[in-house]
């Protein structure tokens, strides 16, 4: 245990569990009542969280360490979250305009004009969903064109 006070954004070296010194960020402190003692909840480099109780042995970081270590997770969380959010943006079938209006007008050929109109526009909605609404105003359309099929 140090004699240093610990503020969150601090960095710290501990001994994890498995026995290894790690760099954590501190986060957040706990009050534990039952244990009568302070958790110090811990950000880690690869995003992970830990934790550690305040009379358990640590290390606050030298400022200069503490910037690169800053430096250091700044730079692998916005690499994390790029990930992730181009895994969200990614559509499994991207539809240029022309593609789109093709298939449309190969779907739609034989149909009546009303049924071709909802189910063209069913299909349009679905090419471009990104919510629940999106896939109700197409399921709308469908059952439309169910309606007005003959």
């Known amino acids: 245990m140090s004699k240093e006070i610990l503020k969150v954004g ?3 070296l501990y001994i994890a569990i ?3 010194s790690q760099h954590g ?5 706990v009050e534990d009542m039952n244990e009568k003692e302070t958790r110090v909840e811990l950000k880690l480099l690869n995003g992970q969280k830990d ?3 305040m009379n358990d042995d640590w290390i606050k970081a030298h400022p200069n360490g503490a910037s690169l270590l800053d430096k ?5 969380n916005k690499q994390s979250n790029d990930v992730q959010q181009r895994k969200r943006n990614k559509k499994i079938v ?3 305009d022309n593609i789109k209006l093709k298939f ?15 189910i063209g526009k069913a299909i349009d909605l679905l090419a471009v969903a990104e919510s629940k609404e999106d896939i109700e105003q197409a399921r709308w359309s469908i059952q439309r064109a169910y309606e007005n099929w003959d």
């Not at 960020?25 to 402190?29: A, E, L």
């Not at 250091?72 to 692998?76: H, L, S, T």
């Open 25 to 29: 960020k501190v986060d957040s402190f």
């Open 10 to 12: 601090d960095w710290i």
């Open 51 to 53: 934790y550690i109780w």
């Open 94 to 96: 991207q539809w240029s």
């Open 72 to 76: 250091k997770y700044n730079e692998r």
């Open 18 to 20: 498995n026995g290894q």
């Open 104 to 118: 449309i007008e190969r779907v739609i050929q034989d149909l009546s004009p009303l049924a071709a109109y909802h």
